[in-house]
Nanobody, 125 residues
Framework: QVQLVESGGGSVQAGGSLRLSCAAS????????MGWFRQGPGKEREGVAH???????MYADSVKGRFTISKDNAKNTLYLQMNSLKPEDTAMYYC???????????????????WGQGTQVTVSS
């Protein structure tokens, strides 16, 4: 069973950048499908980015071209590089892991079994 801890959130002005980290313990992330999710004020949690065990990636349309998901198996850490941030990116960001997920459900939160506690990202205009 894997435990996940996010870090790297903070406050930034629109157009700025942040890099989120998700440190894993208890198991190696190399064998998991990993994702980043977010929940903005008054909104449902939504999938942002996904990375396969073979490093293929998938993104929500709202972040394509601005966010990059990656992982370092040696450090057992997942990352989310966020550039050109917008006020609408303001949310609590969560990392999640699952052993398997159908390709068409890779950004669906109900497919993920393991979750971190979240890190807050606030983007001001």
């Amino acid at each position: 069973q894997v435990q996940l801890v996010e870090s790297g959130g903070g406050s930034v002005q629109a157009g700025g950048s942040l890099r989120l980290s998700c440190a894993a313990s208890g198991s190696t992330i190399g064998s998991y499908y990993m994702g980043w999710f977010r929940q903005g004020p008054g909104k449902e949690r939504e999938g942002v980015a996904h990375i396969e065990t073979d490093l293929k990636t998938m993104y929500a349309d709202s972040v394509k071209g601005r966010f990059t998901i990656s992982k370092d198996n040696a450090k057992n850490t997942l990352y989310l590089q966020m550039n050109s941030l917008k006020p609408e990116d303001t949310a609590m960001y969560y990392c999640a892991a699952t052993r398997s997920v159908p390709w068409y459900r890779r950004l669906r939160e109900d497919e993920y079994n393991y979750w971190g506690q979240g890190t807050q990202v606030t983007v001001s205009s």
